[in-house]
């Protein structure tokens, strides 16, 4: 009945929350292996010195206020996708579509503005937070259901990036203001 039904929702987002957890910390290697196969990885040799450049010189100005990100630096790379965007994901997975890149003029402060704003997601933990809100329980019990594991958590994770379902307004809004904070220092 009603009570076995929320027992076994419960189960569910347990279930989801430890494969979560898993994928943000000892798997996050794995997933951005993932992320890596969807989007493709760009070769563009001054796109990518310019986002190590960025994501080195913001993880030190990260580190000065919040120095947990010396035990999960961030795992990056450049993307093969055209449209203009970027994204944090859960593990502190980050990436930039090349798209972004020519559109500023490979503009190296401009896109760690954009960077640093991703990084402010994957600081404050948005990804989990977003997921945990937006994945649906169907979806959970499909996974739960057929003894699915990481892998199937990191697929249907997959499927959400770059849809803006995960974050909220006031994610948003908190990533401004860290971005400007961590690009000016």
Do not use: W
């Not at 009570?3 to 951005?32: S, W």
């Not at 035990?71 to 994901?89: G, M, R, S």
């Not at 991703?118 to 600081?123: D, S, T």
């Amino acid at each position: 009945g009603t009570i076995g039904t929320l027992i076994n929702a419960g189960a569910e987002y347990i279930y989801l929350d430890q494969q979560l957890r898993y994928l943000d910390n000892e798997g996050r290697d794995d997933f951005m292996k993932q992320i890596k196969k969807k989007y493709g990885v760009s070769t563009d040799e001054r796109a990518n010195a310019m986002l190590t450049r960025i994501v080195t010189n913001l993880s030190a100005s990260i580190a000065q206020t919040d120095p947990s990100i010396t035990k999960k630096p961030y795992n990056y790379f450049v993307n093969e996708d055209k449209d203009f965007n970027a994204f944090c994901t859960i593990g502190h997975n980050l990436s930039v579509n090349i798209g972004l890149f020519e559109p500023l003029n490979y503009n190296e402060n401009e896109i760690a503005f954009i960077v640093a704003h991703e990084m402010g997601h994957g600081q404050k933990g948005h990804p989990i937070s977003g997921i945990k809100k937006t994945m649906p329980i169907s979806l959970i019990a499909s996974i739960a259901g057929a003894n699915g594991g990481a892998a199937e958590v990191g697929s249907a994770i997959l499927s959400q990036i770059g849809t803006a379902k995960l974050i909220t307004k006031p994610m948003e809004i908190e990533a401004d203001a860290l971005a400007f904070t961590y690009a000016v220092n």
